[in-house]
């Protein structure tokens, strides 16, 4: 059953809120960075090896080692690290409206009685959404790189999804560039167990830069 949780977890039905998002790409698309498949792949790529390879992904595994081990001070550090990295008001609100939202997603599932840590570890679970994610891999006995992998596409997905409304790309160059860099997630999940703590971090200006000036754009179809 490992497996279908996993794909309840990574899907973009899962409540969350995910498809509200852009994560800046909105403003990027307006100002005229991103107007074709070339330049959103870039972009995407861009995030994916300065954003995700650096700082999610690593944090990811250091909650999912923290669940394993049932450290709920570890557990608690690396969610904030996360919420602390965010760069915006908007970035952070994102972090914490989709934790609170996978929060009650998996404090109303059927088995949650039987699931005393949701309660245990809130403080963890509220600050960041990738906190949710670990716990849940925990106790569904996900595997660490099914989680990473997952996660990683579950981002891909969403950001393409993003893309062909803005850009807008056709469907299937959406498909493509999903092709294209869903085959770079592997070496991505690779890396991430050599990256040590005091390199963790996001290194995407253009990102921030974008996410800020997004928060007072004039008109928009996302949040973030």
Same mark, same amino acid.
């Given at each position: *059953?490992?497996?279908?949780?996993?794909?309840?977890? /990574?899907?973009?039905?899962?409540? !969350?809120?995910?498809? !509200?998002?852009?994560?800046? *790409?909105?403003?990027?698309?307006?100002?005229?960075?991103?107007?074709?498949?070339?330049?959103?792949?870039?972009?995407?790529?861009?995030?994916?090896?300065?954003?995700?390879?650096?700082?999610?992904?690593?944090?990811?595994?250091?909650? =999912?080692?923290?669940?394993? #081990?049932? $450290?709920?001070?570890?557990?608690?550090?690396?969610? %904030?690290?996360? =919420?602390?990295?965010?760069? !915006?008001?908007?970035?952070? %609100?994102?972090? #914490? %409206? #989709?934790? #609170?939202?996978?929060?009650?997603?998996?404090?109303?599932?059927?088995?949650?009685?039987?699931?005393?840590?949701?309660?245990?570890?809130? $403080?963890?679970?509220?600050?960041?959404?990738?906190?949710?994610?670990?716990?849940?891999? +925990?106790?569904?006995?996900?595997?660490?790189?099914?989680?990473? +992998?997952?996660?990683?596409?579950?981002?891909?997905?969403? @950001?393409?999804?993003?893309?062909?409304?803005?850009?807008?790309?056709?469907?299937? $160059?959406? %498909?493509?560039?999903? =092709?294209?860099?869903? /085959?770079? /997630?592997?070496?991505?999940?690779?890396?991430?167990?050599?990256?040590? $703590?005091?390199?963790?971090?996001?290194?995407?200006?253009?990102? @921030? /830069?974008?996410?800020?000036?997004?928060?007072?754009?004039?008109?928009?179809?996302?949040?973030?």
């Amino acid at each position: *059953m490992s497996g279908v949780r996993l794909l309840q977890l /990574i899907s973009p039905n899962l409540p !969350t809120g995910a498809f !509200t998002y852009s994560q800046g *790409m909105e403003w990027a698309v307006e100002c005229g960075w991103v107007s074709n498949k070339e330049e959103t792949r870039q972009w995407l790529e861009s995030v994916l090896h300065d954003s995700l390879q650096y700082l999610e992904l690593p944090v990811l595994l250091r909650l =999912y080692q923290a669940a394993k #081990r049932n $450290d709920q001070a570890d557990f608690q550090y690396w969610s %904030q690290w996360l =919420y602390a990295s965010r760069e !915006t008001l908007e970035l952070r %609100q994102e972090e #914490r %409206q #989709r934790a #609170r939202a996978l929060h009650t997603l998996l404090s109303n599932l059927p088995e949650s009685d039987a699931w005393p840590e949701l309660e245990e570890w809130e $403080d963890g679970l509220r600050s960041s959404q990738l906190a949710g994610f670990a716990l849940a891999a +925990q106790h569904w006995d996900i595997t660490l790189n099914e989680l990473l +992998q997952g996660y990683t596409w579950s981002w891909l997905e969403n @950001a393409v999804a993003v893309a062909v409304k803005l850009v807008p790309l056709g469907q299937t $160059d959406g %498909q493509r560039l999903l =092709y294209e860099l869903g /085959i770079k /997630i592997g070496v991505l999940v690779e890396r991430t167990a050599s990256i040590e $703590d005091d390199i963790i971090g996001a290194s995407t200006p253009a990102l @921030a /830069i974008a996410s800020s000036l997004h928060e007072t754009q004039y008109s928009r179809l996302f949040r973030s």
